[in-house]
């Protein structure tokens, strides 16, 4: 019996372990993603930030829907994911070769690695981005907050403290209005309207 005939028995239970590997290997992954944004959950964005703060040009991003609650009291939970779904897609789309993940409710982590020096620029664009109407909630009115630091800034803490000083950040802008000047290690703040329509005066 040559060796080729004496291996094919064991090929179909091989390819069964291959089948079922990848299968459950696709069904671990679908577990670490937010089914209602798709980014990934918090212990999932964890593990891969930390791998990303090993590179001292990573900055981290922190930002959350104001007035969220008010949202699902007045147009219900259905707009209020709408627009959770939104600020999610905007927030991956404005932050290539990042991670991105959803920390619970409306609180949204990144980090980016800033290979060239542009990463205030970068989230300039994100915050403008985040300021264009949802086009599948136009009765939705808010605004989405947006603080970030940088690692190289704070060389011995890790990523929850940098979480903490970019919360900082946050609601410094929050407290601001749209925007703030620089603060020390805090980064630039950003306050960007979600939602807000045309000739529509003030914050919502």
Do not use: C
Not at 120 to 134: Q, S
Not at 169 to 189: C, D, E, F, I, Q
């Amino acid at each position: 019996m040559s060796t080729l005939a004496a291996l094919l028995p064991a090929v179909p239970p091989v390819i069964g372990w291959a089948v079922h590997a990848r299968w459950l290997h696709g069904r671990l992954t679908t577990a670490r993603r937010d089914p209602l944004t798709g980014l990934w959950t918090r212990d999932a964005f964890t593990r891969r930030a930390r791998r990303l703060l090993r590179d001292p040009r990573a900055v981290v991003v922190l930002a959350d829907v104001d007035h969220f609650k008010q949202i699902n009291d007045t147009h219900g939970h259905a707009a209020g994911d709408v627009l959770l779904a939104t600020v999610a897609a905007r927030l991956a789309h404005g932050t290539p070769g990042g991670v991105v993940g959803r920390l619970g409710g409306d609180e949204f982590a990144a980090v980016i690695i800033d290979r060239d020096g542009t990463a205030a620029e970068r989230l300039d664009v994100l915050g403008r981005v985040l300021a264009r109407p949802v086009d599948a909630a136009p009765e939705v009115h808010t605004t989405v907050s947006l603080g970030w630091v940088r690692a190289a800034d704070h060389p011995s803490e890790d990523l929850s403290s940098l979480l903490r000083r970019a919360d900082e950040a946050m609601y410094t802008a929050k407290r601001s209005g749209r925007s703030a000047p620089r603060r020390a290690h805090l980064g630039r703040l950003l306050g960007s309207v979600v939602g807000r329509r045309p000739g529509r005066r003030g914050a919502a």
